[in-house]
């Protein structure tokens, strides 16, 4: 009798092959979410330090900055006709507003400081240093919907530590503002 020879239809039967199959696919979907997620770690710092930049630019060493030179504006159709979507002048705004709300590493060096002290690191390097837990859109709807510092702290710590999507980030912060004003009027009319 001749031999059988593995040919590539025999070894798809196999439960050996399923087993390879299983585990590449296992280990591509899981390199695929951890690049994803270094990928969004990189853009949130990244927004912060252009967020950084502008109110550097406002200010230009004063205390308060000059708001009526339409600046967004003008940086939001240049950097749109260069890199294409995503600087509108509402999502400049945002990184603006990310910045001023969250201020974590004002009393430390900026990233620009650095950046421009250390050449030897590439720029990702050192802008993926952990700095937001959460995605970009996690952020944009703290700096846009919740007025307090200590409330923006309390849900982004809740939502790192429940990992919740934008849309619970959403249900929670509405759900809280709601049973606030309901609880405001209560107490009014007592």
């Not at 250390?118 to 952990?130: A, F, G, M, Q």
């Not at 709807?141 to 429940?162: D, I, N, P, Q």
């Amino acid at each position: 009798m001749a031999k059988k020879k593995n040919t590539p239809n025999s070894l798809v039967i196999s439960g050996e092959y399923g087993g390879l199959l299983l585990s590449v696919s296992e280990l591509l979907e899981q390199a695929r979410r951890t690049s994803a997620r270094a990928v969004n770690a990189i853009l949130t710092a990244t927004y912060w330090e252009i967020g950084a930049r502008i109110v550097e630019y406002e200010q230009r060493g004063r205390n308060r900055a000059n708001y009526g030179e339409g600046l967004l504006e003008k940086l939001s159709k240049d950097l749109t006709s260069r890199f294409g979507r995503g600087f509108s002048v509402d999502n400049l705004e945002s990184m603006r507003l990310f910045y001023l709300s969250f201020p974590r590493f004002e009393k430390s060096e900026t990233l620009s400081r650095i950046s421009a002290k250390d050449n030897s690191v590439t720029p990702s390097r050192k802008l993926d240093d952990n700095r937001f837990l959460l995605p970009w859109s996690h952020y944009v709807l703290l700096v846009r919907r919740v007025a307090s510092a200590e409330a923006r702290a309390f849900y982004e710590s809740e939502a790192v530590r429940g990992g919740w999507s934008v849309r619970q980030l959403d249900r929670q912060v509405r759900r809280s503002s709601t049973s606030g004003r309901r609880f405001r009027r209560t107490k009014k009319q007592c």
